[in-house]
């Protein structure tokens, strides 16, 4: 069931704070805070008090300087817990007065995996919307650390209203090319920057076709991966372009997770030129994407900035598709129509024929399905790939129709 915020009023201008928790959760704030263009207060909350110090976010919060003697939880959740019940009135002032909050952690840790579920707690308590967005750790940090993420994921999938959970394994292995690990934080961090943004863009922005909270509340609830890319663009092919770049995003397997999707959120946000048929241009882009049951909710916002950039913002909750019961809320936009394709992909059925007359039975005939899954572009793999509206032409028309027979 969908639970609204009691907080959001029509016609007012939302609070809306960012709590970076835990170190990971603290830089992440920290590089929204240093680029971000949207209006937001940053709080950084940790028990380590170094992080605290260096952080550049507008209030900052040490906690539990008794049961951390400011070094951090050292990765125990019990001590975390220790520290956070010691500043438990700092905890509730850090969350005072907000509308909505944005939780950022990287979990596995002590203090990110014990606070944000608290922090969710009191803030839902004071009536706020609370979204968290956290990474799950790498394999390689070890199986503490994968079942603590886990346990905090449970944990704070009851305490907010939207959770966007970004698997650190995943974007390593869809960004095979930076094999640097700072390299890959980097690029983690990038994707939690680009997620707040368009979340907070997406909770504040009332635009042409604002979405409903309750369509972006159902595609950011439940605990599995979230599928979210952000693409930006300018200039006379920008619907094409800002799409692709989405399409390029790590999580994005250059369109290829899109199939897997059943509910789908696109975002479009650009000047007030921006025209109906770039939006149109955006939807048939991702619609060539996703499964035919797939339910789609667009959005259309302006930027209210004098730039002509426009963005195109996709969010989906990874998951194979089920055929839905009953969509949660009138979508806002027709989604055209797909136009027949010359091929059916192989694993759906083949339209139905009339039996042809036969004058003699024919002995039955069958091929093997040929392995041709799209797996790797070995030594190609290091080079940009050549995309055009979508496709990656550089993997052969044979194997992206899927023409096994
Ligand atoms: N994206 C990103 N993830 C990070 C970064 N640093 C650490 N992580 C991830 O976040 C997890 C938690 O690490 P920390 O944030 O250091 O932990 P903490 O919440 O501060 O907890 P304690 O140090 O135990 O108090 C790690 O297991 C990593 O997977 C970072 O800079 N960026
Ligand atoms: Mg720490």
């Known amino acids: 069931m969908i639970t609204y915020p009691r907080r959001i009023e029509a016609g007012k201008i939302p609070v809306l704070r960012l709590i970076g928790v835990g170190n990971a959760g603290v830089n992440i704030a920290d590089r929204i805070a240093m680029r971000s263009t949207i209006s937001l207060e940053t709080f950084a909350v940790n028990s380590d008090q170094q992080s605290v110090a260096a952080s550049v976010a507008s209030t900052k919060i040490a906690i539990g300087p008794l049961a951390t003697h400011g070094l951090g939880a050292g990765g125990d959740p019990d001590t975390a817990i220790e520290a956070a019940k010691e500043s438990m009135q700092e905890l509730k002032t850090a969350v005072a007065g907000a509308d909505v909050v944005f939780l950022c952690a990287g979990l596995g840790g002590g203090t990110g995996s014990a606070t944000v579920p608290i922090l969710a707690n009191l803030a839902r308590e004071n009536g706020a919307l609370v979204a968290a967005v956290v990474t799950s750790p790498f394999q390689f940090e070890g199986r503490r650390r994968t079942t603590q993420a886990q346990q905090a994921l449970a944990e704070i999938a009851k305490s907010t209203d939207a959770l966007v959970h970004f698997e650190n394994d995943r974007m390593a292995e869809l960004d095979a090319a930076r094999a640097d690990a700072s390299e890959t934080f980097a690029a983690c961090?990038?994707?939690?920057?680009?997620?707040?943004?368009?979340l907070a863009r997406l909770v504040t922005n009332s635009g042409p076709v604002p979405v409903p909270l309750a369509d972006l509340l159902a595609v950011l609830r439940g605990t599995g991966p979230c599928l979210f890319a952000c693409g930006e663009a300018s200039g006379p092919n920008r619907a094409h372009?800002?799409?692709?770049?989405?399409l390029r995003s790590p999580l994005m397997d250059r369109g290829r997770s899109l199939q897997e999707t059943g509910r789908l959120l696109v975002h479009v946000s650009g000047p007030a030129a921006m025209g109906f048929a770039e939006v149109s241009a955006v939807m048939n882009g991702v619609s060539k994407h996703t499964s035919p049951d797939a339910i789609l909710n667009l959005g259309v916002g302006s930027s209210g900035d004098s730039t002509d950039s426009l963005v195109v913002t996709i969010i989906g909750r990874s998951g194979r598709v089920e055929k839905p019961a009953a969509p949660v809320s009138t979508p806002s936009f027709e989604v055209p129509k797909r136009p027949a394709e010359p091929f059916q992909p192989a694993r759906e059925k083949p339209p139905e024929r009339s039996p042809e007359p036969v004058a003699a039975p024919q002995p039955k005939v069958t091929?093997?399905?040929?392995?041709?899954?799209?797996?790797?572009?070995?030594?190609?793999?290091k080079i940009e790939p050549t995309i055009v509206e979508g496709e990656d032409l550089d993997v052969p028309t044979f194997l992206r129709l899927r023409l096994k027979r």
């Not at 093997?368 to 190609?380: H, K, M, Q, T």
Request: hydrophobic share 50%; charged share 25%.
């Open 189 to 198: 961090d990038q994707l939690l920057f680009q997620a707040v943004c368009a």
């Open 241 to 246: 372009e800002a799409l692709e770049s989405a």
């Open 367 to 381: 091929q093997d399905v040929l392995p041709l899954e799209p797996v790797a572009r070995g030594r190609f793999d």
